[in-house]
């Protein structure tokens, strides 16, 4: 076929150098990564649950996450309780049917959520408006609230009361979701981590 182009090795190393670029950018905010799964690992102690949600591929990174915590791949590591709010097509279409689809997620909230639970919302490029909502709802009733995003943060970065919001510099949706896999995985290992030497977590995550 003419006008077809074959990739060729420097499509592979400008593909490989956007995620650099971007995984080099994400290690400057190790420290608020740490301050993150701190903070999610003072709510576990607490007796709190994970809730994550987001849509169309972040739907299934959410769910990817809720099962991280809820059957560790690690043998010894503790099962810790954690729930996709969109991993239910029955629940979702039935709450987008009755409260539109920038609801569903707000809906779900008040159905499952209390105040010592983690919410953790993913957006590629933090502009679902579901997700933004749901934030919102979880911050006002007292959830930890964490937002995965990318760009420049959209909507869901520039909600005000956020606990954290961690962001990947990069405009790519695929450079984004592989880096919101990798701070996942890092909040699973640092939060046991800190369950396993509660020294290390504020007094207050006894009470």
Avoid at 48 to 71: I, K, Q, W, Y
Avoid at 97 to 102: D, F, I, K, L, P
Avoid at 143 to 163: H, I, K, Q, R
């Amino acid at each position: 076929m003419t006008g077809v182009r074959t990739p060729t090795a420097q499509d592979a190393l400008d593909a490989v150098a956007r995620r650099r670029a971007a995984t080099t950018a994400l290690s400057r905010d190790a420290e608020r990564i740490a301050a993150a799964c701190r903070d999610v690992a003072v709510r576990f102690a607490r007796g709190g649950r994970l809730l994550t949600f987001g849509n169309g591929p972040a739907a299934a990174d959410a769910a990817h996450l809720a099962v991280e915590f809820v059957h560790p791949v690690i043998v010894g590591k503790r099962a810790l309780p954690a729930l996709s709010l969109v991993a239910d097509p029955a629940v979702v279409t039935g709450l987008a049917r009755r409260a539109g689809t920038a609801d569903t997620v707000a809906a779900s909230l008040r159905a499952h959520a209390r105040p010592e639970d983690v919410a953790i919302g993913l957006s590629a490029d933090g502009d679902c408006a579901d997700v933004a909502h749901g934030l919102a709802e979880a911050r006002d009733r007292g959830l930890l609230t964490v937002a995965l995003v990318g760009g420049d943060g959209g909507a869901v970065g520039a909600l005000p009361g956020l606990d954290h919001v961690l962001r990947v510099c990069s405009p790519d949706p695929a450079v984004v979701r592989e880096l919101h896999v990798t701070i996942y995985h890092v909040l699973w290992e640092l939060v046991h981590v800190f369950l396993e030497h509660p020294g290390a977590l504020p007094l207050a995550a006894a009470r």
